[in-house]
């Protein structure tokens, strides 16, 4: 029988490379809100002081292109359905968001959404996320599980601590999640509620990352640990 070549298209090959030479990882002046769920401070710490990160692979990076292609598409989508109201931008075409602890914490909120039939009065922030198989079977299996205002937090702590502080600078106290998968060929979603203590626990930790000028504990002493295994700056923590 013949064995089936495992080596890619070279045209493909090359493309990937392409990908790769073009990303940019500058170092922000602040501490993102997608970056204060991570269970490991010390982690955040390190990539809010600019230490040396891997350039992203060509997958990693082709996943955040479907993953804002998406969130335009799923937004095209909602707005088809009656009686919903859907704002991306302000009027001045900037993105919705928060400044926070002297400009030194920021984050980005995908929109606000009224008019959901199981809510309708009520405006939530809206969140949309792409999902690959993997991480969309674990979705609906949690949201069976826990119950769809639950389902965020067991699903992913750094979107629940999002959805969180989006809620708590907005004033709001609703949260829409949209789950799309694969490029959205299936849908699905979780509503959460503001929790004001968690919001507070969030800022706070964001509070000490920023004001430290030594590293926080790390959050396992062995490199191998599943969490530290696959950091960035494993070399750096435990070297």
Not at 155 to 161: I, K, Q, T
Request: hydrophobic content about 30%; aromatic content about 12%; overall charge positive.
């Amino acid at each position: 029988m013949t064995k089936i070549p495992t080596q890619l298209d070279p045209t493909i090959e090359a493309m990937y490379k392409a990908i790769e030479a073009k990303q940019s990882r500058e170092k922000r002046d602040y501490l993102g809100a997608s970056l204060i769920g991570n269970p490991c401070p010390r982690q955040i710490w390190y990539q809010y002081n600019g230490f040396p990160q891997k350039p992203f692979k060509a997958e990693t990076l082709m996943n955040f292109d479907d993953g804002h292609r998406t969130e335009d598409l799923t937004a095209e989508r909602l707005r088809m359905v009656d009686g919903i109201e859907l704002r991306t931008h302000m009027d001045d075409g900037s993105q919705f968001g928060f400044t926070a602890l002297d400009g030194k914490f920021k984050g980005h909120a995908d929109g606000f959404i009224r008019g959901l039939k199981q809510s309708p009065k009520a405006w939530h922030v809206w969140e949309a996320k792409c999902s690959g198989e993997k991480k969309w079977k674990e979705f609906k299996s949690l949201k069976a599980k826990h119950g769809e205002k639950n389902t965020l937090k067991h699903w992913n702590e750094n979107y629940y601590a999002q959805a969180q502080l989006y809620m708590h600078y907005s004033q709001m106290d609703r949260h829409y999640l949209t789950v799309a998968y694969a490029g959205g060929r299936m849908y699905d979603s979780c509503r959460t509620e503001y929790n004001g203590a968690i919001a507070e626990r969030y800022i706070d930790r964001a509070d000490k990352i920023i004001k430290t000028n030594q590293p926080p504990e790390k959050i396992s002493d062995k490199a191998d640990f599943y969490i530290c295994r696959w950091c960035d700056f494993r070399e750096a923590c435990h070297g």
